[in-house]
């Protein structure tokens, strides 16, 4: 049967010539829709099995409006934009479209960007459905298990966290009448560590009496159904006093998701999420919770009537302290326990055991090629090796043998045959670092592997099978890569399946203080010395700086320190070489010196052309001066790569 497409587009040309490009391909084009309200009653007419989506639209509702429905009724779609105005473009991109088309668009653009969606979509769907599926199955049996109460709600939240992120938890029954306040409370503090937070532990915590908490409890609006309140509906609801008010404040959530369970006498249970992110809950997650509801509506009900527990009573023992900490270093050698960190570790753990590639973005230095390391660790391939390319470093003329090989003679020079690094990674992983520098000829050829998963040795005859996972990392915007003919588009879709968004250490400066004596550790190892801190003047300007060179510069920093302090504690702040502007602390009357007036100079044009060094519109081209004699300038004040791509 003939694959359904409704085009959503507003220009009669442009709808035409796409309803041409399809029907040619073999597609059925259900209708062309010139606004929201005209494609919705095609849409009621014959749901179609993918949507190409105009932005702007006849009428008052755009195409962002639209996606918003298509989510909620499971249609793929595929946005056509003409500008690539970066602000439309983040909106559009929140609706979690599969594809984007950049008019104008090349027949073949608008067929291998219909196929990537088919593909993502089912995959993405398939790989959500059998890890909810593998959830339902987790959670009934932590019900029926013999431990308390309170590990049973710790164990089923644990299972829930990668599919509704928190950092609290609390859960119990709805009692606005009674004079009683139980719910049990599970602060996030680590990967798998978790603070009980029981009645008596929000007392000392809150200082408030348990006659003061069960009247606040009698003053919170209680929903019935699944509700999620992103930052500013959050604030709504707690404009009076409430249980809600009093978690957020108390441990710094922005964010909620309530969710109700009608449990079988009756009464009313609820599983509170909280999050410290502005926006953690989507229309996603209310729809998981709506399929969980039955079955833990049972589990929970039977739990509390066979233990006549429905008054809740928690165990006095539970204490303080913190769940015991996992035996195994889960994350071995990746230090951190901010909320945004923990979110990653979540994403890791969830993608690891698959064959999904995996994009790893973020600034450099933030610890990128520690986490391509601990997904192939943790995936099924872990005996077998993992492969690092650095595309950034690889010469243009090389990098075709590099990664798949030659056979001798296969061009001047080729004295023997050579084994490629896809073929090296068989069975393994091939993590292709700065993935965004790969020349555009390679990336044609890397699209080839991925559809296709065979490769072609240099000069050989036939194309050899390979099974390899492929994980990539960059620090440049891609999307901007793209729109500037940088990038391919459809290589873009292929890799950027599950993306993982490592945020820069100055989003998490809470990771800064274990980060220090994790490295302080290491270089007393490795140098014999026995610092033991730093001092107050010392970690008051870690905090406040803004670390342009992320983990990495911190890490070159203690290394200094460590080889340059003669007592025991950090004093001095003179080896971090600090950009005054890099530092958000009051400038007291400081003249700039040549050098840091140059330096700024230069990290300013970095930031206008996107980090661009070399050629047309680059670095150099603008400060009029060779590329090498720019790049050697940088090394020597210290401006790292990092300005690439960050503008
Ligand atoms: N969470 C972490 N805990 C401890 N060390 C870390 C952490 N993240 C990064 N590092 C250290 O910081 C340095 C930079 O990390 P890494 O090379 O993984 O960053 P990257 O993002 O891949 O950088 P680039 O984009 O420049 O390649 C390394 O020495 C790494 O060991």
């Known amino acids: 049967m003939k694959e359904t497409v409704l085009i959503v587009e507003d220009q009669f040309v442009e709808a035409n010539d796409l309803r041409l490009i399809l029907q040619k391909a073999g597609y059925r084009v259900t209708g062309i829709a010139r606004a929201v309200s005209k494609a919705l009653e095609c849409i009621q007419e014959e749901k179609p099995d993918i949507v190409l989506l105009d932005i702007f639209l006849k009428g008052p509702l755009t195409g962002i409006d639209l996606a918003k429905q298509l989510n909620?009724?499971?249609?793929?779609?595929?946005?056509?934009?003409?500008?690539?105005n970066q602000e439309v473009l983040s909106a559009a991109k929140e609706t979690q479209p599969d594809g984007f088309l950049v008019k104008p668009f090349r027949e073949k653009d608008v067929l291998v960007t219909l196929e990537i969606a088919r593909y993502r979509h089912a995959h993405t769907r398939d790989s959500s459905s059998g890890r909810e599926s593998q959830l339902q199955k987790q959670l009934l049996p932590i019900f029926n298990e013999a431990i308390s109460w309170e590990q049973k709600l710790l164990k089923a939240g644990k299972g829930i966290q990668p599919f509704i992120p928190f950092e609290y938890l609390s859960a119990g029954i709805y009692n606005k009448l009674e004079t009683s306040y139980n719910d049990v409370g599970f602060l996030r503090i680590g990967f798998d560590e978790y603070q009980v937070i029981g009645v008596n532990e929000l007392m000392v915590i809150t200082n408030l009496k348990r006659h003061e908490l069960v009247a606040l409890q009698s003053q919170t609006h209680q929903d019935t159904t699944a509700t999620r309140y992103e930052a500013t509906a959050f604030k709504q609801l707690c404009v009076q006093p409430c249980i809600q008010l009093l978690i957020a404040d108390t441990f710094e959530m922005n964010s909620y998701l309530v969710f109700p369970i009608l449990l079988p006498n009756g009464q009313l249970f609820h599983f509170s999420f909280y999050s410290r992110r502005l926006d953690a809950y989507q229309a996603q997650h209310?729809?998981?919770?709506?399929?969980?509801?039955?079955?833990?509506?049972?589990?929970?009900?039977?739990?509390?009537?066979?233990?006549?527990?429905?008054?809740?009573?928690?165990n006095n023992n539970s204490s303080l302290d913190s769940q015991k900490k996992g035996s195994i270093p889960l994350f071995d050698g990746i230090i951190g326990s901010s909320h945004q960190l923990l979110n990653v570790f979540d994403h890791i753990m969830m993608v690891a055991p698959s064959d999904t590639s995996v994009l790893i973005l973020g600034e450099s230095g933030t610890g990128k090629e520690r986490i391509a390391n601990c997904i192939h660790t943790y995936s099924p391939r872990k005996l077998k090796p993992l492969i690092r390319v650095n595309c950034a470093t690889l010469p243009a003329t090389l990098i075709e043998s590099e990664l798949f090989g030659h056979e001798k003679g296969a061009f001047?020079?080729?004295?023997?045959?050579?084994?490629?690094?896809?073929?090296?990674?068989?069975?393994?992983?091939?993590?292709?670092?700065?993935?965004?520098?790969?020349?555009?000829?390679?990336?044609?050829k890397l699209l080839r592997v991925l559809q296709e998963k065979e490769i072609d040795r240099i000069g050989g005859r036939s194309s050899i099978k390979i099974d390899v996972r492929i994980v990539a990392a960059t620090n440049r915007n891609l999307e901007k890569e793209v729109a500037q003919g940088r990038f391919r588009l459809d290589l873009?879709?292929?890799?950027?399946?599950?993306?993982?968004?490592?945020?820069?250490?100055?989003?998490?400066?809470?990771?800064?203080?274990?980060?220090?004596?994790?490295?302080?550790?290491?270089?007393?190892?490795?140098?014999?010395?026995?610092?033991?801190?730093?001092?107050?003047?010392?970690?008051?300007?870690?905090?406040?700086?803004?670390?342009?060179?992320?983990i990495r510069e911190l890490e070159h920093f203690i290394e200094r320190s460590i080889l340059l302090t003669k007592g025991t504690i950090i004093e001095d702040i003179g080896f971090l070489n600090i950009n005054p502007t890099e530092l958000n602390m009051p400038d007291k009357g400081h003249i700039k010196t040549i050098d840091e007036n140059e330096r700024?100079?230069?990290?300013?044009?970095?930031?206008?052309?996107?980090?661009?060094?070399?050629g047309e519109g680059g670095a150099a081209q603008l400060l009029n001066v060779p590329p090498t004699t720019l790049n050697s300038k940088m090394k020597k004040l210290g401006i790292k790569k990092v300005y690439q791509g960050n503008s």
């Open 286 to 314: 209310l729809s998981l919770v709506s399929r969980l509801q039955p079955f833990l509506a049972t589990a929970v009900g039977r739990v509390l009537s066979k233990e006549n527990r429905f008054d809740l009573k928690l």
């Open 72 to 84: 909620e009724l499971n249609i793929p779609f595929v946005y056509l934009s003409a500008n690539s």
């Open 600 to 614: 700024e100079h230069i990290i300013e044009v970095l930031k206008k052309c996107n980090g661009r060094i070399w």
């Open 492 to 550: 873009y879709y292929r890799l950027n399946v599950f993306p993982i968004t490592l945020p820069p250490l100055r989003e998490r400066k809470e990771d800064i203080m274990d980060l220090t004596t994790h490295f302080i550790q290491h270089y007393n190892r490795k140098t014999g010395k026995k610092i033991t801190g730093l001092s107050s003047k010392v970690l008051d300007t870690l905090m406040a700086y803004n670390w342009p060179g992320n």
């Open 412 to 444: 001047t020079g080729a004295t023997d045959r050579r084994i490629g690094k896809f073929e090296l990674a068989t069975g393994g992983t091939i993590f292709l670092d700065e993935i965004g520098e790969m020349p555009l000829d390679m990336q044609v």
